[in-house]
């Protein structure tokens, strides 16, 4: 195991097709977060899980945007029906609660380009 | 509202001069505050952290809860400290994180 990964890295996409990106984070750790950066922003905040729970969405999380963590590992995030507006790069990160640490360690992303 | 601002999008120094990247938070509690790097090609990592109060890579940041900033130092800049640097604050106990728009940060030789 030798961090986060996510697949795809680069997503390309027409618009209205649905897009599924999975991530799978290091061996043990309890908390899988999603966020989105687009360019020149810092990243924000989607969803995140506790296991197999959805603890919390943002409000930049709308109806076609769907994410799960069945079993408490890997996580898959859904998004139906893109818009050029999805054209992002999408961040998962770990962390293990419960170390006192609480840090957040990011995988490399995967880029999705809507035409 | 929770927020964070870091003021320079972009900041360019020579190497061996002091570096001084800027944070401001907006957070009403006792937020905890990081710094996260991205370097060339690579993924998004952490820096440091206020709680652990420890100096990485030369870098210091010290809390300021009276100005609400969390500024990210360095007496002496080398080459490889270029590259993007993110402030970003999170709730007590493993919350997700409010990141600022970060500051790409590039040493002259």
């Known amino acids: 195991d030798t961090g986060v990964s996510q697949n795809p890295r680069h997503k390309i996409t027409k618009r209205g097709q649905n897009v599924t990106f999975r991530c799978d984070p290091i061996?043990?750790?309890?908390?899988l977060y999603w966020y989105r950066q687009t360019l020149g922003q810092g990243p924000e905040f989607l969803t995140y899980?506790?296991?197999?729970?959805?603890?919390?969405k943002s409000r930049l999380l709308s109806d076609r945007f769907s994410a799960e963590r069945p079993k408490g590992s890997f996580s898959t995030l859904e998004i139906q029906r893109t818009e050029q507006g999805d054209s992002a790069m999408y961040l998962c990160?770990?962390?293990?609660?419960?170390?006192?640490?609480?840090?957040?360690?990011f995988g490399p992303g995967t880029r999705l380009t809507v035409t | 509202a929770q927020r964070v601002t870091q003021p320079e999008k972009l900041l360019s120094v020579f190497k061996g001069a002091p570096v001084e990247l800027k944070c401001n938070y907006s957070?009403?509690?006792?937020?905890?505050l990081f710094w996260y790097v991205q370097y060339s090609r690579q993924r998004l990592q952490l820096l440091l952290r206020?709680?652990s109060r420890e100096s990485i890579k030369g870098f210091t940041a010290d809390l300021n809860k009276g100005e609400t900033s969390f500024h990210l130092k360095k007496p002496f800049a080398q080459e490889e400290d270029s590259a993007m640097y993110y402030c970003?604050?999170?709730?007590?106990?493993?919350?997700?994180?409010?990141f600022g728009q970060g500051t790409r940060l590039t040493i002259n030789p």
């Open positions: 899980f506790q296991n197999e729970a959805q603890l919390e």
């Open positions: 990160a770990s962390s293990l609660l419960g170390t006192g640490t609480y840090e957040q360690y």
């Open positions: 970003a604050l999170s709730g007590q106990g493993a919350q997700k994180l409010v």
């Open positions: 206020h709680i």
């Open positions: 061996s043990e750790h309890n908390r």
């Open positions: 957070y009403s509690g006792s937020p905890e």
